[in-house]
């Protein structure tokens, strides 16, 4: 099953269990995947975002729809802290590495043109040790929308929320989401460090 080799997905069958018990969370999670293999074969040619992280988030979130009602969103959006807690322990790790920090800062103008690529932005600003954007376009809300579950992508923004808190060096906030209905994802990375 592909949910189950999923980096990003694998553990929510874990979250199902404990909070259906393993015959409900089984039956979900087949549903899940059988929605999964209906989204990748109506659109064999998907983007490689849309293939990893979209159809599997709307494929899950439709899955815990169908059989627990109403449930589908705070169900997924608290997999998506949990999971972008432990992500954000991996990043704490990696750029606890002497100079990872340093290096990003001064690479940042890049990491903000690869952060934006595909996405819609608007005020744009890299400095020394700032990186201030706001996403008025998400290309994975947009394909969630067209796929008739645009609510699945809040669970990955869930993620996004945790995970960008583990880089060390970087002070993160964003305060808004497009998925969640507001004007803008407003990313704000700041440097951090003590000495500069």
């Known amino acids: 099953m592909k949910l189950d080799k999923s980096f ?3 553990k929510f069958k874990q979250e199902l269990e404990t909070k259906y018990g393993p015959q409900k ?7 899940a995947e059988h929605v999964l293999r209906q989204l990748e ?3 064999p040619d ?6 990893s992280f979209v159809f599997p988030a709307v494929a899950i979130y439709r899955a815990v729809e169908h059989y627990a009602p109403d449930e589908a969103l705070a169900v997924t959006r608290a997999y998506g802290t949990k999971t972008g807690i432990r992500m954000r322990n991996i990043f704490r790790k990696v750029t606890a590495l002497p100079g990872i920090p340093t290096l990003m800062w001064k690479n940042m103008d890049k990491i903000a043109a690869k952060m934006s690529s595909g996405y819609e932005c608007r005020d744009v600003v890299v400095t020394e040790h700032l990186c201030s954007l706001d996403v008025t376009g998400c290309p994975l809300y947009d394909k969630a929308k067209a796929l ?8 990955i923004c869930c993620m996004d929320k945790q995970y ?4 060390r060096g970087v ?4 305060t808004k989401s497009v998925a969640e209905g507001d004007d803008c994802c407003d990313y704000r990375l ?3 460090r003590k000495k500069r």
């Open 8 to 10: 990003i997905f694998k």
């Open 25 to 31: 969370a089984k039956v979900i999670w087949q549903y």
């Open 41 to 43: 074969v109506a659109e």
């Open 46 to 51: 998907a983007d490689k975002s849309s293939r």
């Open 148 to 155: 008739g579950t645009p609510e699945a992508v809040q669970m």
């Open 164 to 167: 960008m808190t583990g880089f």
């Open 171 to 174: 002070k993160y906030t964003r």
């Open 190 to 192: 700041r440097d951090n």
